[in-house]
């Protein structure tokens, strides 16, 4: 067998090690129940902002911290914690992506991601008269 | 039914050309396909000029379509959907070739031109190449004139088409205002274009001049990426399976140049314009492109050894043929709408996904099907096409539409193994080749992972799996990648200075000794006198981040050693080592600006006290309008804002002074504020820029502008000196009354009076205030002139005054401050970055214009 044989086979190995140990290293996708059924362990909380629930954050006060309450499709809600601004469009979201842990009560959030219903999809405009997309007057 | 306000000629202008466009482009692929089969010389001329002729009717119909549609946008022909949704009467001109390219159609279309232009120069110069060579862009143009064609196929919609009428896209179906009698159930009223005023405009984002230059040089590096794989498809086509490497390798070249500039001004725009605090973060979208550069990177390293050595051209083939692979599934990725959840700039889905995957499938099983040994291998291959594809489509089976395009891959490599000669003799492990295909191996699987990787939503999509991204999803990245910058610097490094062949050991070890003795000294002076303060995810990578700078130190000074010690200063040959040395370049920038890459607005000390739990610092830090705040060595003021004439773009004024009082500058980091319709902010950051460094700031909030029309008036208090009076966050003493004369007669006239009332402000926070408002009597009038105190929220204004006591208006409201909340980073070394990309494709060019050189001489010889 050649040298480069054997060096193509360590590596092309090497490769898949590495992409094996990436799949151990990867995190699920969970509802509020089952990010609850596993406090301290890092996840991606599938969930929406509860419109009905005060937003907690005082840039004046604390420009570090951001409170809400965040309700999944089961209808299931928990208190969020974030230790950064708000993400601008927070409140007119239509989906969140939180990624961090539960403990003790609270969803402790690393980073959030928001799904806003943006103007640029078509779906927005062809749904309902969107606000801006047809000016009329 | 005719419409008022309506242009409609350059749509249907635009119809024709796109339909010419497909019709020319699939004729010129047959007709170079007839070319390049015809067995006697006549026939193939025959077949060459019919298909020149209809490559260049089919580059003047993608012209033509690609100067309509810039027509219609800059017209603001809000009849055309295209223009409407992307762009606005307020667009600067620059970015009106912005908003082209932002919708998947415009992008089409430059990636389409770009191919026309490629064609036009291999049409040109590539002589014998170019029936079969040609076959394959002109096979591509077809695919790329089918994305927007618009065009229904038994129901079935292919391409979407830019020329489509805002009426007929949909968008008015529900606007009862604009059809007759406000009922959608009824057509469109004839005048409905009197109520279009204005599009949808570009996304905020976008508008920055990056988005100007930086698609077009990134699509013509995509497109360029067919070229050396048309010449590897080619060259197994016609049995010279040699021969193509030639002409091929300056065009790899052109192509790695172009593509790895185009992808580093998107990191250039992602710096500047984005607020992820960085150029690089592993998103799909920017790996996706990453990944075809690395693998024609490695292809191009194989290529230069098969010209020396005569070894590794069946890898040379793999490289080229992946590297496109890669582009088109980087278009799939990215177009597809796959990625929804894990990319934030990605296309939207425009439904085009079978079209998108039989994009893929046919520029991998076509060739598969053309370059078989015979006939009946051909055909066989064809059946296993069709069947799968069949099987695919009839069970809707995801997952075995991942393995067909993987099987196809293999059948490719099928043909190579079987076709391609290797040499059995075995390279010396002290020959260059035999590193240098190390090297390209090692860059080439680093490209495979991080693919894998990435297209973690696409295995979730195909074999309906939820696996969710890690926790730190850049260190799974960087903890792997930072061990493939240490390998290929080091081989960058010593490499050149092997022979190929095989390498006498005196001959390395004098050569090298020099440059590896002064990157030792280099690195010990920078271990001795600069750290890297990246502790946070332990010692080994700490050990191994230094170790990789010092690797791409070395590659640095080898590489400039080189110029002189192997070359003999001889610049037209340099273009390997001057593309190396600004390779070490980037790797040092990438290195040492991501690792030492500081938060500098870290709140420790915040404004007000933090609400007791979490004394964690946070990275956000909030100015109110005029007060100066510390932040580490500087203290910050937030100025003001202005704003942008025509849109709702606000410039904040931030005021940086550091305490030694040697740096002082303003940086306007800008804002999209309630931008159309779109609530929230939309930041663009600002940074300073010095020798060494960056500082980079952006605005992450800002005070509300609704609760700054705060109504809130003024309650009224009388006041002795002494007396006391509390507001919601402590209380205050009246000082005194003082009374001042001997003022200006011309200011305030005979009989002038000014009263001071210096007020001391109690906060519970502890903080202790004076304030003191005034109230002049100046020539008959009254005037108050009232104090603020910002960071209390309070505004005291003297209303009525005598000597005995004074009546105080107090005002308090968050309304009164205007604040904005920050974060601000220290890139050191991001230049070095920058001018490490600009140096290594001056390198990669210098290369390619040395290839053609050799490539025309040995002509010229032969």
């Known amino acids: 067998m050649k040298k480069l044989h054997i060096a193509l086979l360590v590596l092309i190995a090497g490769a898949i090690a590495i992409l094996l140990t990436f799949l151990k290293t990867t995190s699920t996708y969970d509802t509020v129940e089952t990010a609850m059924a596993k406090p301290g362990k890092f996840v991606h909380l599938m969930a929406r902002l509860d419109k009905s629930q005060p937003i907690e954050y005082d840039a004046l006060k604390d420009p570090n911290y951001l409170s809400f309450v965040a309700v999944d499709t089961t209808g299931k809600s928990v208190k969020v914690v974030y230790h950064s601004a708000k993400p601008d469009n927070l409140e007119i979201s239509d989906k969140l992506v939180l990624k961090g842990k539960y403990d003790n009560g609270l969803f402790e959030c690393q980073s959030i991601q928001t799904k806003c219903p943006s103007k640029y999809k078509e779906e927005q405009a062809m749904g309902k008269s969107h606000p801006d997309s047809v000016k009329i007057n | 039914m005719d419409y008022i306000g309506e242009h409609l000629l350059p749509g249907q202008l635009g119809h024709f050309f796109i339909v010419l466009s497909l019709v020319a482009s699939l004729v010129a692929t047959f007709a170079y396909f007839k070319s390049a089969r015809a067995v006697n010389i006549e026939d193939s001329a025959h077949w060459k000029k019919l298909a020149r002729y209809s490559f260049i009717t089919e580059a003047i119909s993608v012209l033509a379509i690609f100067i309509i549609l810039f027509y219609i946008i800059y017209n603001h022909l809000f009849e055309y959907h295209y223009a409407w949704k992307h762009s606005s009467r307020s667009l600067e001109l620059k970015y009106l070739l912005a908003c082209f390219w932002e919708g998947q159609e415009g992008s089409f279309l430059l990636w389409s031109v770009w191919h026309c232009v490629l064609g036009l120069i291999l049409i040109k110069k590539s002589k014998q190449w170019e029936a079969p060579v040609m076959t394959v862009i002109s096979f591509a143009q077809f695919a790329l004139a089918t994305m927007i064609a618009g065009i229904y196929f038994f129901g079935w919609k292919m391409g979407s088409n830019p020329f489509i009428l805002l009426r007929d896209s949909g968008v008015l179906d529900n606007a009862a205002a604009l059809h007759v009698n406000f009922d959608v159930s009824q057509p469109l009223r004839a005048d409905y274009m009197a109520s279009i005023k204005d599009g949808n405009d570009l996304n905020p984002l976008l508008q920055n001049y990056w988005m100007v230059i930086h698609p077009p040089v990134l699509f013509m590096g995509f497109a360029s990426t067919i070229v050396p794989f048309a010449y590897a498809i080619a060259g197994l086509w016609k049995k010279q399976l040699g021969e193509w490497t030639k002409p091929a390798l300056p065009w790899a070249l052109f192509s790695a140049a172009v593509l790895g500039v185009g992808i580093m001004m998107g990191a250039m725009w992602a710096y500047e314009s984005l607020t992820f605090g960085g ?17 024609l990177i490695a292809g191009i390293h194989t290529l230069l050894i098969y010209k020396h050595s005569g070894y590794s051209l069946r890898s040379t083939y793999l490289f080229f043929i992946l590297a496109f692979g890669f582009v088109l599934y980087s278009t799939f990725l990215t177009r597809s709408g796959i990625l929804g959840e894990s990319s934030v700039h990605a296309f939207t889905d425009l439904g085009m996904n079978i079209q998108l995957y039989m994009f893929m499938y046919l520029l991998i099983w076509l060739p598969a099907i053309l370059v078989a040994k015979n006939f009946k291998q051909s055909r066989n291959v064809l059946m296993a096409s069709v069947i799968l594809l069949a099987l695919i489509y009839l069970f809707n089976l995801p997952w075995l539409g991942l393995i067909a395009l993987l099987t196809g891959i293999g059948i490719l490599v099928y043909h190579i193994q079987t076709q ?56 799974a990245y960087n903890s792997i990648q930072v061990y493939v910058a240490v390998i290929v610097a080091l081989l960058t490094a010593i490499t050149q200075y092997l022979k190929y062949k095989s390498t006498p050991w005196i001959y390395f070890r004098n050569k090298i000794l020099l440059p590896t003795a002064i990157a030792v000294i280099v690195s010990a002076l920078l271990f001795l006198f600069a750290d890297i303060n990246y502790t946070k995810k332990g010692p080994v990578f700490y050990g191994s981040i230094w170790l990789a700078v010092i690797c791409s130190i070395y590659t640095v000074i080898a590489n400039t050693a080189y110029i002189w010690l192997g070359l003999k200063g001889k610049l037209k040959l340099s273009g390997g080592s001057v593309a190396h040395i600004g390779f070490g370049m980037v790797l040092i920038g990438i290195l040492i600006s991501s690792s030492n890459k500081e938060v500098l607005s870290n709140n420790i000390n915040g404004i007000p006290v933090p609400l007791g739990e979490g004394e964690d610092p946070g990275e956000n830090l909030t100015l109110v309008k005029d007060v100066t705040m510390d932040m580490g060595k500087y203290s910050l003021t937030y100025l003001g804002d202005s704003s942008h004439p025509k849109k709702q773009l606000s410039y904040y004024k931030i005021h940086f002074k550091s305490k030694d009082g040697k740096e002082e500058f303003t940086l306007m980091p800008n804002s999209f504020v309630n931008y159309k319709g779109n609530e929230g902010l939309m930041s663009n950051p600002d940074a300073r820029h010095y020798w060494g460094h960056d500082v980079f700031t952006y605005i992450t909030s800002i005070s509300n502008p609704d609760k700054e029309k705060d109504t809130s008036s003024f309650r009224s208090h009388t006041l002795k000196p002494g007396d006391s009076l509390f507001y919601s966050n402590g209380f205050m003493v009246l000082q005194g009354i003082k009374e001042r004369d001997s003022l200006p007669v011309e200011i305030f006239g005979e009989n002038g009076k000014l009263f001071e009332a210096p007020v001391k402000i109690f906060s519970k926070t502890g903080s202790i205030y004076t304030v003191t408002s005034r109230l002049a009597f100046a020539k008959d009038q009254i005037m108050s002139l009232p104090d603020t105190l910002s960071s209390e929220s309070l505004i005291l204004q003297l209303q009525k005054a005598d000597n005995k006591s004074v009546e105080i208006g107090v005002r308090e409201s968050g309304a009164v401050m205007k604040y904005v909340t920050i974060k601000a980073y220290k890139f050191p070394f991001i230049r070095l970055l920058w001018g490490g990309v600009i140096i290594t494709a001056i390198g990669i060019l210098m290369s390619m214009y040395n290839r053609i050189r050799l490539n025309r001489s040995s002509k010229t010889m032969s």
Do not use: H, Q
Request: proline share 8%; aromatic share 16%.
């Open chain 2, 279 to 295: 150029y690089w973060a592993w998103d799909p979208v920017e790996n996706a492109s990453l990944v075809p550069w690395m693998i």
């Open chain 2, 420 to 475: 391609v000669p290797a040499i059995s003799k075995e390279e010396n492990s002290n020959s260059r080749e035999f590193w240098m295909f190390i090297g390209s191996l090692v860059f080439f699987l680093s490209a495979i992972v991080i693919i894998g990787k990435t297209s973690l939503p696409v295995f979730n999509k195909v074999f309906g799996l939820k696996i969710a991204p890690p926790e730190d999803a850049e260190y």
